[in-house]
């Protein structure tokens, strides 16, 4: 691998794990101040809402100038989502801010390995992403809960600034001042990004021209015989992922009586399954099987489902993995079938740009209809039966789907599994 990818890994793993560290001190920052439960769980759709409602611009803006300072001037806006939270707006702004970051951050960072990278590199590179950023997560989760813990709070809140008075009282926001540097680490190895020398294409003078393009694309994806299926899956999967983050949070407070900083490492938990699952799916599967793993998704609702008959931490930590474990073996065949059909399609960029407008947008839906829920007065229990239903029902959907498509257009199916069978080997 070239010097760069390493500088790009780096940048990338410093990036995530104070994503993921601020996501639960932010949750911690509600609880403390004492915001309803329902603003906590809205915390991830504010994540998302930037990433649905830029998706159509932010590839282009990536494509603009190197990608190494649009991913520095994404780190930027995550640092003064940051100080927003410290300087008294509401965490659920700030945060969305964070998300703005973000949005504009992905495609850069995915973008950049097709220009460093020669297209056998592709697979493996990927691979390291996907593994790093689990690991980002898993220590990311763990590293937020330490820092609101209280024995670590307590000397965070004893350093002081001479003769600056910040005004920070709260564990948690000595917490997220303390993500301030990761952030900035993070910043400064963008900057020793290398330019590719790849030619910068300018952003249209007029920014609504890019819309008629991207609703082409998507459509495109969507009717594609093999494209709906593996984009309808992977959609519902990181709606569900990205909201169980918070669901794990809610439920082990109120089936184990957690604290924040004890439940965060249940999250890292599941996100240990999710990468034995990832693992042993790249080991086993082929692009053209991909379909089969259809009736996973729909055990992983029921799965959800089943979390509140559980009171004990050891039936709790075999129990998460196995539903982490499900949804990785799901996505990961899922997702290099989308690809393939993206970049057979439009492309890998623009084939990127509407997966993440999709999983997004499904992060947002499901995260409010969450959080909605929470709000309407239903107990974390309640809310997680609704949602575990929810996500059974549309995989079974799906899955109903894909049998209609094979019935009513076997050539056209079996010729697209054929193609993938090729590209497989």
């Known amino acids: 691998m070239k010097r760069g990818f390493y500088t790009i890994m780096s940048a990338q793993f410093f990036s995530s794990l104070a994503d993921n560290a601020l996501f639960v001190t932010a949750v911690e920052l509600l609880r403390t101040s004492g915001a309803p439960e329902w603003q906590r769980a809205a915390l991830v759709p504010m994540f998302a809402l930037f990433y649905v409602v830029l998706a159509p611009w932010v590839g282009a803006f990536a494509d603009s100038m190197p990608k190494g300072r649009v991913m520095f001037i994404s780190n930027a806006i995550k640092v003064v989502g940051c100080l927003m939270m410290l300087f008294g707006h509401h965490p659920l702004l700030a945060y969305a801010v964070v998300g703005l970051g973000a949005a504009a951050y992905s495609p850069a960072k995915y973008g950049i390995l097709t220009e460093l990278l020669p297209a056998s590199q592709l697979v493996k590179a990927n691979g390291w992403i996907e593994g790093l950023t689990i690991a980002s997560i898993i220590l990311g989760v763990l590293v937020g809960g330490q820092l609101v813990a209280p024995h670590i709070a307590s000397h965070l809140l004893a350093l002081d600034m001479p003769g600056i008075d910040l005004g920070i009282d709260l564990a948690a926001e000595a917490a997220i001042l303390a993500l301030v540097p990761v952030y900035m680490l993070a910043a400064w190895f963008n900057l020793r990004i290398p330019h590719t020398g790849v030619e910068m294409r300018p952003l249209p003078p007029n920014p609504l021209a890019l819309l008629p393009d991207f609703w082409t694309c998507n459509g495109r994806l969507w ?147 969450y959080s909605l829920s929470t709000k309407f007065g239903l107990s974390a229990f309640g809310a997680i039966t609704a949602f575990g239903m929810l996500v059974a029902g549309v995989m079974w959907l799906i899955g109903r789907w894909h049998a209609h498509n094979v019935r009513s257009h076997p050539e056209e199916v079996e010729h697209l599994l054929s193609i993938a069978r090729h590209d497989h080997h």
């Open 223 to 369: 009717r594609d015989k093999l494209g709906q299926i593996s984009l309808s899956t992977t959609t519902l999967f990181w709606g569900v992922s990205g909201n169980l983050r918070y669901i794990v949070l809610a439920w082990s407070a109120a089936a184990l009586g957690y604290s924040t900083t004890q439940a965060s490492a249940l999250v890292g938990v599941v996100a240990i399954g999710t990468a034995a699952g990832a693992v042993a799916a790249s080991l086993h599967m082929r692009l053209d099987m991909a379909t089969r793993v259809i009736p996973m998704g729909i055990a992983m609702g029921l799965l959800v489902i089943l979390m509140n008959v559980i009171s004990n931490i050891w039936l709790a930590i075999p129990f998460l993995i196995l539903l982490g474990g499900l949804g990785g073996f799901l996505v990961v065949p899922m997702n290099a079938l989308l690809q393939h059909r993206g970049h057979n399609l439009m492309g890998a960029g623009r084939s990127i740009a509407v997966q993440n407008f999709n999983e997004q947008a499904a992060i947002l839906g499901m995260g409010a209809f």
